[in-house]
Structure formats: structure tokens, C-alpha cells
């Protein structure tokens, strides 16, 4: 259990430094990185991070992945609560460091909502349930299976940070989000960062069950 939780602290840390960190310098040089630039980003530190840990952790770098795996019984319910406080500090941790790299960064990479925040909210549960149609059936829940599961859901993060980044910042992950908001004081809308991901996971899970034979999800 400690060198499966020590996978996500560093799992998460990984994925929040590098994802928010593009975010960060790409305001600092002015859009060198560019949005492309960001969300490739997020998918190879996605796909990097399956490929270093999947077979550790699982990998889930996420609080609503591993609450949807615990839904759909291929994570035990009683380890959630250690898998999202230690994606929380690995998020934390990253989110601190980018402060002091770059103090005066007014956001942090924080997923801040450019439209009506009903309408994020739904873009967002929308987007974690395809992200999570595609890990659900690339994993067992405890470790990421075949070869190509890494480029599986680092892809799906790529695609769907490409196009909807711009609108919710394509969240899909609560310790994402909370970190970077949470260290800039950029609180607004936080609470659809937190809730809209779980839901789609919980939806992504249902969607699975009906589709699929007993058992399989």
C-alpha cells in the first residue's frame, strides 16, 4: 500500500506540474507554448505517468477516477480515501513549487470557466465521462493493462484538452483543479471542478455496465 500511494503522490505531482506548469510558462513567455503546445502537454505527462506507475498504483492521478473505479468495484472503497488525500498532496506539492518558480503568476494554470457555469459544468461531465469510457476499459482498476492503455487515455486527455480547453480548461480531475485554484485564491466556479468530474465518472461506470456483459465493468 505505501509504494502504491507514494506511485500516486508522484503520479500526481507529475501531471499538475507539467500540465498547469505549461499553462504557467506559456503566460510568462508570452505564448510560446501555445494551447496546442498545453495540450499536448497534458496527454504525453498523462500517457508518460500510466507508463512509469500503471503497474504499480493503477495510475489513477485523479479523485473522481478512483472514486468511478471504487463505483464500479474494481477498487476497494476502503483505500479511496488514502488514494485521493495523497493525488491532493502530490497536487498540492506541485502547485507550490510553481509558486515559487514563477511568483507572479496570477492563476497558476487554475480551470477557470469562460462561459456560464451550467454550461461548464455539463462540458465537464461530458468530457470526464469520455475519458473515463476509455480508462475503465483499458485497466482493471488496480493496474493499467496491454500496452496501449497509456496511449489510450493520454490520448483522450490530448483531444480533449485541444478543443475544450479553452472554454472549461478541461479539467476532468478535481486535484487538478482545487491545487492551483486553491494556491492563487482562483476559487470561482472550483465547485464544478470538484463535482462534474465524479459525476461523469459515475455516469461513464453506468454507461459501461449496460453495454457490456456482467461483471465486465
Not at 500516486?8 to 506548469?21: D, K, M, Q, S
Not at 480547453?165 to 482545487?178: C, D, E, F, H, Q
Not at 472550483?190 to 455496465?209: D, E, K, N, R, T
Amino acid at each position: 500500500m505505501k509504494k502504491r500511494l507514494i506511485a500516486e503522490t508522484i503520479g500526481t505531482f507529475g501531471l499538475v506540474f507539467c500540465g498547469t506548469g505549461a499553462m504557467v510558462i506559456n503566460d510568462f513567455t508570452g505564448g510560446v507554448v501555445t494551447h496546442p503546445g498545453v495540450a499536448i502537454t497534458f496527454g504525453l505527462i498523462v500517457m508518460g505517468m500510466i507508463y512509469a506507475f500503471g503497474d504499480i498504483s493503477g495510475c489513477h492521478i485523479n479523485p473522481a477516477v478512483t472514486i468511478g473505479f471504487a463505483y464500479a468495484k474494481k477498487f476497494p472503497w476502503k483505500e479511496v480515501p488514502a488514494y485521493i488525500t495523497v493525488q491532493l498532496i502530490g497536487a498540492f506539492l506541485a502547485s507550490a513549487l510553481l509558486w515559487y518558480l514563477f511568483p507572479t503568476s496570477e492563476t497558476l494554470g487554475a480551470t477557470l470557466p469562460a462561459i456560464a457555469h451550467i454550461k461548464v459544468f455539463i462540458l465537464e461531465v461530458l468530457l470526464t465521462f469520455l475519458l473515463m469510457v476509455v480508462i475503465i476499459n483499458v485497466s482493471t482498476g488496480s493496474k493499467e493493462i496491454g500496452p496501449t492503455a497509456g496511449i489510450a487515455i493520454g490520448g483522450i486527455v490530448l483531444l480533449e484538452a485541444m478543443f475544450a480547453g479553452p472554454i472549461t480548461g478541461a479539467s476532468m480531475n478535481p486535484a487538478r483543479s482545487i491545487a492551483p485554484a486553491i494556491m492563487s485564491g482562483n476559487v470561482e466556479g472550483l465547485w464544478i471542478y470538484i463535482f462534474a468530474p465524479i459525476l461523469g465518472c459515475f455516469l461513464a461506470v453506468v454507461s459501461c455496465q449496460l453495454v457490456k456483459d456482467d461483471n465486465c465493468c
